[in-house]
């Protein structure tokens, strides 16, 4: 177990070196995001939204944003990439067990997302004058964001047959979390089976629990009434039960649809 855990964290350590020497890779996983976020903010203007003012409600959605781009996207690439290189094959016939691997991709997709997530407080305190009202809970939606969203990239990086497809496969969940997912919108707003779909999206529970962790309101049933911070716990269990079963399904699709050698074998 201890051999598993020191071989994840050198590979994150690798992970994220080639990060910082890919400039497509920067761009794609850390500016376009921000960017993204921006154009939301402007989208909205001065409306509020759940009680508090449109800005603020979408930057306090951004980190379901952010998941897709530093962890999904950027792991369907890396997965798809080595295992067309034959460098998943090469690791595991080593040491690094198949979780380790995984692992350290996880692992080196979590210090991303928490550094851009931290660069999100900094942005709504300077702009909006909001610190984060529950720490603790919000690095534990990461955690478990940053693994579901792993897990759905092990499985997509099984159906891309190649790292130039990488781009294609990756456009649908990309589309799907930007127009269903609650990130300038409450899930209700949408009218019938569309709000339905949207608080069922895998994306959905990171957001509104995150929402609830940096604003201290109620964002999961509605209103974004102020909570205490057990209140803000309690009103969030239904989304962590929602991503926990996200989980579930994404670790076994990840099982099912991964693969260790080329797809042309």
């Keep these: 177990m201890r051999t ?4 994840a964290i050198r590979l994150a350590r690798l992970d994220l070196a080639l990060v910082g020497r890919n400039t497509m890779v920067l761009f794609n996983v850390i500016l376009l995001p921000i960017l993204m976020a921006w154009l939301y903010t ?13 800005r603020l409600f979408v930057l306090a959605g951004v980190p379901g944003l952010l998941l897709v781009f530093a962890v999904f996207v950027n792991l369907v690439n890396s997965f798809t990439a080595r295992r067309e290189e034959l460098v998943l094959k090469r690791l595991r016939a080593g040491q690094p067990s198949g979780p380790a691997i995984l692992g350290g991709g996880a692992l080196g997709a979590l210090v991303l997302y928490l550094a851009q997530v931290a660069l999100l407080a900094v942005w709504m305190w300077r702009s909006e004058g909001v610190t984060v009202a529950n720490v603790p809970m919000l690095v534990v939606v990461a955690i478990l964001g940053v693994a579901l969203f792993c897990l759905f990239a092990a499985a997509f990086s099984g159906l891309t047959p190649n790292a130039e497809l990488a781009q294609v496969t990756v456009l649908p969940v990309i589309l799907l979390v930007m127009v269903g997912a609650p990130i300038a919108f409450p899930s209700d707003a949408l009218p019938g089976a569309l709000g339905t ?14 929402r609830t962790a940096l604003l201290g309101g109620d964002h999961v049933s509605g209103g974004g009434e102020a909570l205490s911070t057990g209140g803000q716990w309690a009103a969030a269990l239904p989304s962590f039960a929602i991503l926990l079963l996200w989980i579930a399904v994404a670790g076994l699709l990840a099982r099912w649809l991964f693969r260790w050698e080329p797809r042309h074998g």
């Design 4 to 7: 598993d855990v020191l071989h």
């Design 197 to 210: 779909v949207s608080a069922v999206l895998p994306a959905t529970p990171v957001v509104e629990i995150a």
């Design 42 to 54: 402007q989208a909205v203007g001065t409306e509020r939204i759940d009680g508090v003012a449109g």
